[in-house]
Structures are given as structure tokens and as C-alpha cells.
């Protein structure tokens, strides 16, 4: 009986954490912020398989729009790592051969997080990411991160 | 003052002419391409070569200029989007010996979540190599194409694609097409039927894919035009002989895996070819490839590739062929690589035995490939 108890109470203290979120946090130091997306919470999986171009539509019907950051841009590496599982050159290899393949439409590479912010205020479906320093600037934004 | 008006008579300088349109054509591409938020790119990928090849004849050693290609995409609404490629490349038969061939150009239409309507003249998918890379060395693991890509796989088709990616947990992706095929060039075709195509592939991981497709036509006349394999043509020509037709079928199945530290690829042909005079010829290819990286961007490979082309085939010509390669990728960063192999090419299987008997030695090539996109 004790024994089956123990279990309990550990399932929920995993369910709790299985359902751990943080507003626009995909890693520590990243935020996910979009807009007009038809949904103010994304998993994980999700933000990295729409990143990735896997998905051409939001669940709204507006058109996937990806906006990373470029080479210079302070956050470049982290988003590689967190959602390419790679460095920022591998990143845009990736899409370099994605796009050469035809098989997905080019993603808009920004320097910095004020040129992104900029950028997904005036395109509707973009969605992006922005160093957690920044939170204040995009809170209109901010995507709801789900860990899976 | 004779003198002045002569000078204004002159004709113009055509350099000049050329140098300002080809500015006013840059000038117009960068203001459409940020009056329309960057939705026009232009890419340009192209590789330079040295070969040293030992044959039985005698030894070559010579530089190479590699295919340049023009890379082009625009969206031109949230569904619609262009892709053109054009490529400048080696042709013996031109006066320069480097002519411009238009090797894509596709509207693509997005008509449902991740289901698509794709029209004009694009790579067949068929198998692996063909459908991602093609011409693109920069991503290419190794220096050259695959055998079968030379003779068996029709590289393009130009009609109309039913294509669908990413569906599902196995992220299923089908393509399925009709359109001009072997015999066909990019303006006509010589007879009413098309080419028919259905490939299918799922990618149940990351950095996986597993395909398989079926590609059928009606050869009329035995001709080979625009869209066969790179070098069928010229086989065909020296096989002008049978005129017939020819019932053409490909199976394929491909396997990859390219993970940051291991890469594989596997990809097999069994092309089956009907003549009205020798019957049924049954040839088949496979190609597979290792690499594994022993740092991040220098990844030593391996790869063996054969191809047996059977001696009842009037399309392709009798042909057996193996190619046993060692070498190295050097990944100076993502835009720019460098490759060098050192290759066996043997008339014959390397591990089984062959219906050819050998006729001729085999043959030996080093080449270093320097392969750059941006």
C-alpha cells in the first residue's frame, strides 16, 4: 500500500513538471514570440517542427513565416543548438539546402532582436526568437512554451 | 566639329550596354526584393575540379570548370511560390564549350496545409541523391554523383507534381507526377504519352528517410531527349540501330541517415526494359555510402556503387561497372567545402561474379573538388 502511494505521488509530482511552462521560453536564455498565430501556447516540439519548416500553415490558416537570426546576431548560436541541434552555419546550411531542395519557402534571417521584434509586429503567421533580456519589449507577443 | 559628330555616330559600346543592364537588373532585384520583404533570393552554387585519371590509354591530369548554377526563388503570394534554376555547364558540342540550360523552373502552389500543386519542369524524385541534391556539390557528401544517376534514373520531368510532406507522426511525404518523359525535350514530346511517377518516403527520426517510387514510360522510337539520365544519350547514339519502343520501369529505394557524426545513404534501382526484339532486359544499381566526422567539419567517407546494365537492353547499351571510392570532406565553413577521393572503377562487380567477362583493366582517378554555394 505504502509502496503504491510512493508511486502516486511521484506520477504527480512528474505530471507537474510535465505540464511546466514558461511564458516565451524555449531555453533559458530564448524566447518564442509570434504573431496572429491562432494559439498563445506552443510545446516545444511544436516551436522546433514549425522552425524547422515542417509546416506550411498555422492551425489559423496563415502562412508560416520564420524569422532567425543571422550569423552577427548575439543569439544566433543558442537558437542553432536549441532548435538545429547544431551551430549557426549548420543552421543555414540546413535551410540553404531546405530551399535548394524546393521543398520549403526561405526563412527571413534578422541581426538582432529589435530588427525581429519589428519584423513580427508587422507580419502576421511570423513567428521568431529573442534573447529572455528583451522579454519587456515583446510582451504583446510572447508564445506560452510547453515543455513535451 | 565633323570630327565630334562622327564621334557621336559611332556605335554604341555594347560592354557598356551590357555592363548597364545587367546593373539596372541588379538594381531592380535589390528594390523588389525589399519593397517585397526579401521574397525574391537569388543563390549561386558551382564547383571547381582537378582530376588526375590513370587509365588504360594513359594517364590525365587536368583543372575543371564545374556546373555554375543560378539559383532563383520568390513568393509570389502566400501560396504561390517560383523557383528557377539555370545552370552553365560543360557541353563538348558548343563552340565555347560551356552552354546555359534551364534545369528548373516551378510554380508552386500550396493548396492545403502541407499539400501541394507543383507545375513546369522540376528533378524527378526519384531516390534520394536526385530529389536533394542534384546539382548541388556544396551539399553533395561526396565528390561525384551515383552511377545510376548517369544512366538509369530520368533526372527531370517536366508536367505536373501532387507533392505532400511532413503528414503525420512518420512526417510521410508523397510525390506524384505526370509529364513530358525520356523522350521528351522541354518544348515537345514525340508521342501522347506521358510519364507516370509515384514516390513515396516517411522520416520516423531526426536526420532519417526511407523512400521507395515506381517511375513507368513509353519510349517512342528509342530516343533519348532531355530528361534521361546524364550520359543515356550518348549511349543511345551509338545504339541508334533498334528503333522500336520500349516499355521503361524504375524501382527505387533509398535509405538516409545524416546525423552530426555519422552518415549513411543507401540507394538501389532495378530498371526493367522491354524491346520488341530482345524482350525483357532486367539492370539494376546500388550505391552506398559511409561517412563518419572525426571533427566537426572533417568527415573521412567511403562509398562502393555499381551498375549492371543488362546485355538484352537497346535503351541504355550493355554495361557493367563498379566504383569502389575512399576520400575526405573538409567543411571550411557552410558555404564553401572541400573534398578529395581516390577511386577504383572496374568493369566489373567487385565482390560477385559477373555474366560479363572482363575485357579491359580497370582504371584509377583522383580528384579534388572545391564545391561553394551563397
Known sequence: MGFSKSILTLCFVLSIFGSYTVQGQIASDLLVIANEIGSTNLTKKQVIAYAKGEKNFWPNSKKVVIVLPSAKSEIAEAVALTVYKTNSGGMQKYWLSLIFQGRADPPVFLGNDEETIRFIEKNKGAIGFISAKNKSKANDYLIEVKTD | ?374
Open chain 2, 1 to 374: 566639329m565633323i570630327d565630334k559628330k562622327f564621334k557621336l555616330s559611332k556605335p554604341p559600346n555594347h560592354q557598356i550596354q551590357y555592363l548597364f543592364i545587367l546593373l539596372c537588373f541588379f538594381s531592380f532585384t535589390k528594390i523588389f526584393a525589399q519593397e517585397n520583404n526579401k521574397k525574391l533570393h537569388i543563390n549561386f552554387f558551382g564547383h571547381l575540379e582537378y582530376d588526375f585519371d590513370k587509365l588504360s590509354t594513359g594517364n590525365n591530369s587536368y583543372f575543371s570548370i564545374g556546373e555554375q548554377d543560378i539559383f532563383i526563388t520568390s513568393k509570389i503570394n502566400d501560396r504561390i511560390s517560383f523557383l528557377g534554376e539555370n545552370v552553365i555547364r560543360y557541353d563538348s558540342k558548343s563552340s565555347s564549350t560551356f552552354i546555359p540550360s534551364i534545369e528548373r523552373v516551378q510554380l508552386k502552389f500550396d493548396y492545403y496545409e502541407n499539400h501541394s500543386l507543383i507545375v513546369g519542369k522540376m528533378h524527378s524524385p526519384i531516390n534520394y541523391w536526385n530529389d536533394v541534391y542534384h546539382h548541388g556539390r556544396l551539399f553533395f557528401p561526396t565528390v561525384d554523383r551515383p552511377l545510376a544517376f548517369s544512366y538509369l534514373v530520368p533526372v527531370h520531368t517536366l508536367g505536373l507534381r501532387l507533392q505532400g510532406q511532413n503528414l503525420g507522426k512518420l512526417k510521410f511525404g508523397y510525390d506524384l507526377m505526370t509529364g513530358n518523359g525520356i523522350s521528351s525535350n522541354d518544348f515537345t514530346d514525340l508521342g501522347v504519352n506521358n510519364s507516370l511517377l509515384a514516390a513515396f518516403h516517411v522520416k520516423p527520426f531526426d536526420n532519417f528517410r526511407i523512400g521507395l517510387s515506381y517511375y513507368y514510360d513509353f519510349i517512342k522510337g528509342n530516343y533519348s531527349g532531355a530528361h534521361s539520365g546524364h550520359s543515356t544519350a550518348v549511349h543511345q547514339a551509338a545504339l541508334a540501330k533498334y528503333k522500336g519502343n520500349i516499355n521503361f520501369e524504375l524501382f527505387s529505394f533509398s535509405a538516409s541517415y545524416f546525423s552530426d557524426k555519422f552518415e549513411f545513404l543507401n540507394e538501389s534501382c532495378v530498371n526493367k526494359s522491354r524491346s520488341d526484339t530482345l524482350g525483357m532486359a532486367i539492370n539494376m544499381s546500388n550505391y552506398t555510402y559511409f561517412g563518419y566526422k572525426i571533427k566537426e567539419n572533417i568527415t573521412p567517407f567511403a562509398s562502393y556503387d555499381f551498375i549492371d546494365i543488362s546485355n538484352k537492353d537497346v535503351h541504355i547499351g550493355h554495361l557493367s561497372k563498379s566504383k569502389i571510392i575512399l576520400g575526405c570532406r573538409y567543411d571550411i565553413n557552410h558555404l564553401l567545402n572541400l573534398k578529395f577521393h581516390f577511386a577504383r572503377i572496374s568493369p566489373n562487380h567487385a565482390f560477385i561474379n559477373s555474366h560479363i567477362h572482363q575485357t579491359e583493366p580497370d582504371s584509377y582517378e583522383f580528384k579534388i573538388q572545391m564545391a561553394y554555394g551563397f
